[in-house]
T-cell receptor, first 120, second 114 residues
Framework: EADIYQTPRYLVIGTGKKITLECSQT?????MYWYQQDPGMELHLIHY???????EKGDLSSESTVSRIRTEHFPLTLESARPSHTSQYLC???????????????????FGPGTRLTVL | KNQVEQSPQSLIILEGKNCTLQ??????????LRWYKQDTGRGPVSLTI?????NTKSNGRYTATLDADTKQSSLHITASQLSDSASYIC?????????????FGRGTQLTVWP
């Protein structure tokens, strides 16, 4: 079992609210990722960080933002939630070499349990 | 266009039976291929990883094969158990300009009945 945690596991919220999805890992990994996954669909990378104070946009455009102030913590924020943001959000980490634009292809990624977000 | 296609989309088998899941990809250049298991409501967990030179890799009752020439992979599950019920995701990595980008399949939803 990977030591990577996400809270909350489920969130139902109204349109226009600001939300923060938490992700923490205790493995000391430099690289962390946020993915978005709709039912029956593939995972899409929305954010990537290869270390403290580094963040990059992923392949799928997202209105969310992320920060990496501490190695173990990689929160995702939506300033104003909309129904189109309804999805599952998965956080992952890996211990590969720190470098920009390296989306973990050479690493084994460890995933958290996910947060299922519903925006009404 | 780099893609990963999995088949079947869903599969139901009886406990104790074997099954094989398929993955075809068009990702180029190829770096490695992974199979992940994703239980309902959980994050994916890595089962196997294969590079270009490897054509088979086992992890307990799971055996993955890779044919890099035809760009096909399979995951064979032997003597299935109820706990094997999950989505199995094929993930291919490239070594292109964006180093180590991952391409995910949509998964095969496996249900094992008692």
């Amino acid at each position: 079992e990977a030591d990577i945690y996400q809270t909350p596991r489920y969130l139902v919220i109204g349109t226009g609210k600001k939300i923060t999805l938490e992700c923490s890992q205790t493995m000391g990994h430099d690289k962390m990722y946020w993915y978005q996954q709709d039912p029956g669909m593939e995972l899409h990378l929305i954010h990537y960080s290869y270390g403290v104070n580094s963040t990059e946009k992923g392949d799928l455009s997202s209105e969310s933002t992320v920060s990496r102030i501490r190695t173990e913590h990689f929160p995702l924020t939506l300033e104003s939630a909309r129904p189109s943001h309804t999805s599952q959000y998965l956080c992952a980490s890996s211990d590969g070499q720190r470098k920009p634009h390296d989306y973990g292809g050479g690493d084994t990624q460890y995933f958290g349990p996910g947060t299922r977000l519903t925006v009404l | 266009k780099n893609q990963v296609e999995q088949s079947p989309q869903s599969l139901i088998i009886l406990e104790g039976k074997n099954c094989t899941l398929q993955c075809n990809y068009t990702v180029s250049p190829f770096s490695n291929l992974r199979w992940y298991k994703q239980d309902t409501g959980r994050g994916p967990v890595s089962l196997t990883i294969m590079t270009f030179s490897e054509n088979t890799k086992s992890n307990g009752r799971y055996t993955a094969t890779l044919d890099a020439d035809t760009k096909q992979s399979s995951l064979h599950i032997t003597a299935s158990q109820l706990s094997d019920s999950a989505s199995y995701i094929c993930v291919v990595s490239d070594r292109g300009s964006t180093l180590g980008r991952l391409y995910f399949g949509r998964g095969t939803q496996l249900t094992v009945w008692p």
